[in-house]
Antibody, heavy 117, light 110 residues
């Protein structure tokens, strides 16, 4: 059974960099599929952040591209997300999900990231 | 990129059918058959209901169906049940190699 588990600090100060990790079990990232980060501000809709392939190839939401970096560690079977210069608008539940062709078939449970001083 | 346009809310009575629209452009919904629909109950993780415009994953009720015409995709739920009350999101691939979600639609079963 494929499982994804996000982890992060929970609270980040404005202007700092948030770092999240998504550990994948039950499936080797190197076997294929794309791995995405998606976020959902409290009470709002889903927003696509970006996608990464096991080779390290990435694509990002144009509105976030200047602040976002995704990476993959195949030895640890995990993907990571960094968002620089965060503001209150980055407060959200962050999900990692496996996808192919836009079909997000496995999701993590999500981790709430709050930006506050 | 702009979010795909969905109605903020729709409602229907048990047993009825409802349709949720998802309007994009000729650079996303209109250009590719990579439109998916997700159901999200409060506090829960989104669940894939329809992929590639019309396909249902194993285990999803055949009361859920998808279609597309031009730049607008649609999700139809027939025989509405109380458990269908949830938020629904569409998503599409885009011509700039990204993905975009719709703003979401709250379905109320009266």
């Amino acid at each position: 059974q494929v499982q994804l588990q996000e982890s992060g600090p929970g609270l980040v100060k404005p202007s700092e960099t948030l770092s999240l990790t998504c550990a994948v079990s039950g499936y080797s990232i190197s076997s294929g599929y794309y791995w995405d980060w998606i976020r959902q501000p409290p009470g709002k809709g889903l927003e696509w952040i970006g996608t990464i392939y096991y080779t390290g190839s990435t694509a990002y939401n144009p509105s976030l591209k200047s602040r976002v970096t995704m990476s993959v560690d195949t030895s640890k079977n995990q993907i990571s997300l960094k968002v620089r210069s965060v503001t209150a608008a980055d407060t959200a539940v962050y999900y990692c999900a496996r996808h192919i062709g836009g079909n997000y078939d496995y999701w993590g449970q999500g981790t709430l990231l709050t930006v506050s001083s | 990129q702009s979010a795909l346009t969905q109605p903020a809310s729709v409602s229907g009575s048990p047993g009825q059918s409802i349709t949720i629209s998802c309007t994009g452009t000729s650079s996303d919904v209109g250009a590719y058959n990579y439109v998916s629909w997700y159901q999200q109950h409060p506090g829960k993780v989104p669940k894939l209901m329809i992929y590639d415009v019309t396909n249902r994953p194993s285990g999803v009720s055949n009361r859920f169906s998808g279609s597309k015409s031009g730049n607008t995709a649609s999700l139809t739920i027939s025989g509405l049940q109380a458990e269908d009350e949830a938020d629904y999101y569409c998503t599409s691939y885009t011509s700039i190699f990204t993905w975009v979600f719709g703003g979401g639609t709250k379905l109320t079963v009266l």
